[in-house]
Nanobody
Framework: QVQLVESGGGLVQAGGSLRLSCAASGRTFNALGWFRQAPGKEREFVAA???????YYGASVKGRFTISRDNAKNTVFLQMNSLQPEDTAVYYC????????????????WGQGTQVTVSS
């Protein structure tokens, strides 16, 4: 059974940092990605990383967020710095055989999401 479990969300003040983790089990994905969805908005691509460590970022987070992975632990991380209120959303990790993949339809497995709230 394929499972993705996110952790690390929470409440942080503007300008602060958070680190999200996502542990995958049941299979190994070539690409692991992060998406986010704010209330009333569509799910937005955040970042993706492939098995060899190549990365790809959405325009709104480039330069502030860093994605990384530990292949031995089948885990992906998202280091989020300089957080702003507009970063408030539920963050989801997902697995795909394709990299880079920025469309959610290209991801076949999803975690349950973790809430990130940035106060002003």
């Amino acid at each position: 059974q394929v499972q993705l479990v996110e952790s690390g969300g929470g409440l942080v003040q503007a300008g602060g940092s958070l680190r999200l983790s996502c542990a995958a089990s049941g299979r190994t994905f070539n690409a692991l990605g992060w998406f986010r969805q704010a209330p009333g908005k569509e799910r937005e691509f955040v970042a993706a990383i492939n098995w060899s460590g190549s990365t790809y970022y959405g325009a709104s987070v480039k330069g502030r967020f860093t994605i990384s992975r530990d292949n031995a632990k089948n885990t992906v991380f998202l280091q989020m710095n300089s957080l702003q209120p507009e970063d408030t959303a539920v963050y989801y990790c997902a697995g795909s055989p394709v990299f880079p993949q920025t469309h959610q339809t290209g991801y076949g497995a999803w975690g349950q999401g973790t809430q990130v709230t940035v106060s002003s």
